[in-house]
């Protein structure tokens, strides 16, 4: 069964740490790799990985994913209040049109 | 900017009424989803479609139907809704294999 599971569950910090969000994975015919940000509405698309290796980065958040040991890490430096959200990764499998969801890790910045 | 809108934010039901969501995406996406999200589970899948008239079982379509007659359109029916289908129910909306983008979400109680 695909499996899709995130660590810490939930994480607080004050602003300014720099944090490590984990996702590893278990998708028969893995294509790609999927960071989401939901505050307190909808889920937001952050970034989406499909290559080894490569990091993505978009301002103080980056992320890279590791298709042999089947895990992907979300990384946010400085961090601020604004960044208090649950993060989630999603894994799409080959042949499919759904992605399948981890359950999430809910990170509190402290001022 | 893709615009996916759900039919209402809250709502309110008794148990073994009908109850319908809907939603709309304005971005011409062959494929919808519909999730329903609770805490400590993450987003589960519920149905999904990558054509009009065609729909696909997710994880939990047990209690659940529904229909697409148009391109831009996805309801969610419960046929006769029950208190364990309290919950927020986000629809999203893709091209195939790239990042879905959700609606705002509508927090469902069924009393």
């Known amino acids: 069964e695909d499996k899709v599971v995130q660590s810490p569950l939930s994480l607080v910090v004050h602003e300014g740490d720099t944090v490590t969000l984990n996702c590893s994975y278990e998708?028969?015919?893995?294509?790609?790799l999927l960071w989401y940000k939901q505050e307190k509405k909808a889920p937001t698309f952050l970034f989406m990985l499909?290559?080894?290796?490569i990091e993505k980065k978009s301002g103080r958040l980056s992320s890279i994913l590791d298709k042999k040991e089947l895990f992907s890490i979300l990384n946010i430096t400085a961090t601020q209040t604004g960044d208090s959200a649950v993060y989630l990764c999603?894994?799409?499998?080959?042949?499919?049109?759904?992605?399948?969801f981890g359950a999430g890790t809910r990170l509190t910045v402290k001022p | 900017d893709v615009k996916v809108t759900q039919s209402s934010r809250y709502l309110v039901k008794r148990t073994g009424e009908k109850v319908f969501l809907e939603c709309v995406q304005d971005?011409?996406?062959?494929?919808m989803f519909w999730y329903r999200q609770d805490p400590g589970l993450g987003l589960r899948l519920i149905y999904f479609?990558?054509?009009?008239?065609?729909?696909e079982k997710g994880d939990i379509p047990e209690g659940y139907s529904v229909s697409r007659e148009k391109k831009e359109r996805f309801s969610l029916i419960l046929e006769s809704a029950s208190t364990n289908q309290t919950s927020m129910y986000l629809c999203?909306?893709?091209?195939?294999?790239?990042?879905?983008?959700f609606g705002p979400g509508t927090r469902l109680t069924v009393l």
């Open positions: 971005m011409d996406h062959e494929n």
């Open positions: 999603a894994v799409y499998p080959h042949n499919n049109n759904d992605m399948r």
């Open positions: 999203a909306s893709s091209f195939a294999g790239r990042e879905q983008f």
């Open positions: 479609s990558y054509d009009v008239k065609m729909k």
């Open positions: 998708v028969t015919n893995f294509r790609s």
């Open positions: 499909t290559s080894s290796g």
